[in-house]
């Protein structure tokens, strides 16, 4: 099996997919393994590899107990790869024309009651309250999370002059390269300027650069460090689920269309390229309706 396809492979996705860095590993990562699964069954080629070789990759991870998410996404890391293959002319047919993995199970996302947000938010501002910028900093993080809903990547990637706080929204940068402007409201802009004004200048140094969120060192912030604020800032609410940045992201998303928001808007923010992904939303308020309906209704 020549390697060396996998190397130019990576090439194009770094060049023409737009992929985030996350989703590039793992397809190279997918596509590896299915080389290895090649080369166990004596295969020399890519031009080797038929759908029933492919058919039995999946059935293979899928009898080792690998999750119906993991067996889509090497699906579909086979399908963009043999798609490359055969438009490059390294295979003369595309084996997974007719390659189809188990439907993703769709759970509803985990989020937070209102009053629990709020909660969380009164934890991290009165935290903030003994002057130590990291505090500080904590505060806007979460403010600005759940105020805008943007991912965690997002909010680690924003510089400074991404934040126009007169404006009140944030300029970040989705996935697939693709740049949107979220409003936030005035309970993040407070934490914001308190952060940018008094917080961010005592961390800073020559090394932080344009990044808006510091660590206590003064670099760049990362995913790791946000997750671990959240986690840290939830375990002061008392019966909160235990959630990580993308649990205020489905929490903003959530109270915004149980305020009355029109879910094309909530996709816009989010950044959806599917209104799909957007509507699983909606099973989340549904759902809570029904409860509230059940434990409230004289007829239920």
């Known amino acids: 099996m020549d390697h060396a396809v996998l190397a130019d492979f990576e090439r194009h996705l770094r060049a023409e997919r737009g992929l985030s860095e996350h989703t590039m590993r793992a397809y190279i990562g997918d596509v590896t393994a299915l080389a290895d699964f090649a080369a166990d069954r004596e295969l020399t080629s890519w031009q080797d590899i ?13 009898g080792t107990g690998a999750s119906r998410a993991t067996l889509a996404r090497r699906a579909a890391a086979a399908r963009t790869f043999f798609r490359w293959t055969t438009r490059s002319g390294t295979t003369s047919q595309d084996p997974s024309l007719r390659l189809v993995a188990p439907r993703r199970s769709r759970a509803l996302p985990g989020v937070l009651k209102q009053q629990d947000a709020s909660a969380l938010l009164d934890v991290a501002a009165v935290a903030a309250d003994d002057d130590d910028p990291v505090h500080q900093r904590d505060r806007a993080v979460l403010e600005l999370l759940y105020a805008s809903g943007i991912r965690v990547s997002e909010l680690t990637g924003l510089d400074v002059d991404a934040i126009d706080l ?46 808006a969120f510091l660590g206590r060192r003064g ?13 840290r800032m939830l375990a002061h609410v008392a019966d909160a689920p235990d959630l ?41 308020s549904v759902d809570r309706l029904r409860r509230s309906f059940r434990q409230a209704h004289p007829r239920a």
Not at 52 to 58: C, I, K, P, T, V
Not at 182 to 207: N, S, Y
Not at 219 to 231: A, F, N, T
Not at 259 to 284: F, K, N, P, W
């Open 219 to 231: 670099r760049r912030l990362d995913p790791r460090q946000v997750r671990e604020v959240v986690h």
């Open 50 to 62: 038929t759908l029933a070789d492919l058919r039995s990759w999946l059935a293979a991870m899928d």
């Open 166 to 211: 007169r404006e009140r929204t944030v300029r970040v940068i989705g996935k697939g390269d693709k740049e949107r402007t979220v409003p936030f409201g005035i309970p993040a802009e407070r934490a914001l300027i308190v952060w940018l004004q008094q917080g961010r200048p005592r961390l800073a140094t020559a090394q932080s650069g344009p990044a």
């Open 244 to 284: 990580g940045p993308h649990g205020l992201r489905h929490s903003a998303a959530t109270h915004l269309l149980e305020g009355g928001a029109d879910l094309r808007q909530v996709q816009e923010l989010l950044g959806h390229a599917s209104m799909a992904t957007t509507q699983i939303y909606t099973h989340v």
